[in-house]
Structures are given as C-alpha cells and as structure tokens.
C-alpha cells in the first residue's frame, strides 16, 4: 500500500521558514514527478513547486525565490522548504506523487498525495 506522509507544518510569524517534508512508502513503479501543492479555503488545490524526471524544479510565480522543493535520488523523500513567509502563504500544503509501471505492454499512471499539513503564517 502506498502512503505519503507529511510533516513539518505549523504556525510561524511573518518572514520566518519552515521546512516541510513528504516521505512515501509502498512505491511498487518508477517516480517521474514528484511536487507539492496547496489549498486555500473554499479554492481549488493550486501547484506550488514540481520536479519531473528529465527537467529542473519548477515553480508557482506566486512563491519563486521563497520556496525550494528538493528530492532525494529514489524521489521517495520530498522537501519543500518555505522562507521569507507570507500572511497569504496560509494554506494547507499536499505533498504529490506521479509515476508510472509498464503491465502487459502499456505504461500505467500512477498519482498519491499525502494528507494535508496545515501552514499558518501570522502577521
């Protein structure tokens, strides 16, 4: 069975970091991207930082130059560091996971995301 955990949320002030990890267990396929996501209340869930095999990091403009996402090789250990936070950066952060597997000749997409982990930024 595969699981994301997250950890590392929690409330912090105005300009201060945190530093979120996503640990995923159970991978039976090949990961090809790993990213992480937020969502704001009564919003849909918006991507925030990605890394796809074969290309770098990319980023929401929204956080570039604050936030760093960063993999291990395996891409089963994903971080998301978070500086120079925001009021507005107050969201619930989702770890995701992409990867696929080739049965009977074709390839199978495979998607997890871990459970949520709440970020709070006070002002």
């Known amino acids: 069975q595969v699981q994301l955990v997250e950890s590392g949320g929690g409330l912090v002030q105005a300009g201060g970091s945190l530093r979120l990890s996503c640990a995923a267990s159970g991978i039976f396929f090949t990961i090809n991207d790993v990213g992480w996501y937020r969502q704001f209340p009564g919003k849909q869930r918006e991507v925030i930082a990605t890394?796809?095999?074969?290309?770098?990091?990319r980023y929401l403009d929204a956080v570039k130059g604050r936030f760093t996402i960063s993999a291990n090789n395996n891409k089963n250990i994903v971080s998301l560091q978070l500086d120079s936070l925001k009021p507005e950066d107050t969201a619930v952060y989702y770890c995701?996971?992409?990867?696929?597997?080739?049965?009977?000749?074709?390839?199978?997409?495979?998607?997890?995301w871990g459970q949520g982990i709440q970020v709070t930024v006070s002002a």
């Open positions: 890394i796809q095999n074969g290309d770098g990091a």
């Open positions: 995701h996971l992409g990867g696929s597997l080739g049965i009977e000749g074709r390839m199978e997409r495979y998607e997890y």
